[in-house]
């Protein structure tokens, strides 16, 4: 791919050195597209992000557990008062959340790895 071929508005030639001009120069083929992908530290942040979901993965069975001793029918249905559903609805909150940030980490991964 030619200099003028460039998807970028402006040549390497015309943009300000350093970064602006790398960068042109980096789009202007696919080839020079090389970066790095971090694999040390996206691996230590799926190990964290997994150990955080463990935890409440814990939080959740042993949640449950307590309900099963106490008021067992609050586990078979969604119709629960304020009071009743409050806790459980806070933690499964903190897991979405969590698992969200896990399935994002998840997808840059295996993109990384096409």
């Not at 402006?10 to 597209?33: H, I, Q, R």
């Not at 040390?40 to 939080?59: F, G, H, M, P």
């Amino acid at each position: 791919m030619a200099l003028s071929d460039t998807k970028s508005p402006t040549s390497v030639l015309t943009c300000p050195k350093g970064y602006p001009s790398l960068a042109t120069f980096l789009d202007s083929d696919e080839n020079f597209m090389v970066y790095r992908r971090f694999g040390y530290i996206q691996s230590r942040l799926l190990l964290e992000k997994q150990d955080d979901l463990q935890k409440l993965e814990n939080k959740l069975d042993k949640y449950d557990n307590q309900v099963q001793r106490t008021k067992p029918v609050n586990l078979i249905t969604r119709d629960l008062t304020e009071e009743d559903a409050g806790p459980r609805r806070q933690l499964m909150e903190k897991i979405e959340q969590k698992f969200c940030e896990y399935g994002q980490c998840i997808s840059i991964q295996r993109i990384r790895n096409i």
